[in-house]
């Protein structure tokens, strides 16, 4: 773990390691000229699952990868994970709500943090990325048949109903945090819960989450 956070360079496989939490179950394996069909989607009677019996050891150590390395990976890898990482987030934020356990609501925190960053990296895609997408598209080159991952996510928004309102409620928090002298008392319009869940992420570059993003260049129209 730490040579992995010392290391800016050392990318992990973030979507091989959300595969051990949520996973995509296809009722109909369809074949065509002896090939698998890869493409994933409601209309194809599959549906994504979270792993409940996955052991602590596992599901903490996963997070805390998925935490260090998502902000490494490049956006077509995490468009690819977008799904789970909904579907996730909603199981999370649905049982943190039901009990009362602190390391579950911990899992709940972490794993909408990772969803924000996700949400930041394909709505808002570093500059590498896109001089990387320039220099590899050719006009004259024929489409390639990627999957529309994005696609299948705005899928699980219209088509799950915990997911949607966890995402809702996650983005509408973001939209209502405004610093504020204290650390404990929420600013207008946020809960305790939601304040808490904002302090709580982590952040590459300041102690926290919330410190990121109300610095002074975030600030600054």
């Known amino acids: 773990m730490k040579r992995v956070r010392a290391d800016s360079n ?6 091989n390691i959300l595969s051990l939490l949520v996973r995509y179950k296809e009722d109909d394996v369809k074949e065509e000229d002896g090939k698998l069909d890869d493409v994933k989607s409601e209309d194809d009677g599959g549906s994504w699952e979270v792993v409940e019996d996955v052991n602590a050891f596992t599901l903490n150590l996963s997070l805390a990868f998925l935490t260090l390395s998502i902000g490494r990976c490049d956006m ?10 909904l579907v996730l987030n909603g199981y999370f934020d649905d049982k943190s709500r039901n009990g009362s356990s602190a390391s579950l609501k911990n899992q709940c925190f972490q794993m909408a943090h990772l969803l924000l960053r996700a949400v930041d990296i ?12 320039q220099k590899t598209s050719d006009p004259n080159e024929k489409e390639t048949s990627r999957v529309n991952y994005m696609e299948q996510a705005r899928t699980i928004i219209s088509t799950n109903n915990t997911a949607a309102a966890s995402l809702y409620e996650l983005l509408l928090d973001v939209l209502l945090y405004t610093p504020t002298a204290s650390t404990t008392t929420p600013p207008p319009g946020l809960s305790t819960y939601s304040f808490t869940r904002l302090q709580s992420g982590a952040s590459p570059t300041h102690k926290n989450w919330i410190l990121e993003y109300s610095s002074p260049s975030q600030l600054t129209p």
Do not use: D, H, I, Q
């Open 76 to 85: 077509y890898e995490v468009e690819e994970m977008m799904c789970g990482l």
């Open 10 to 15: 050392c990318r992990l496989p973030c979507p």
């Open 122 to 133: 394909v709505t808002a895609p570093p500059l590498a990325n896109k001089k990387k997408e």
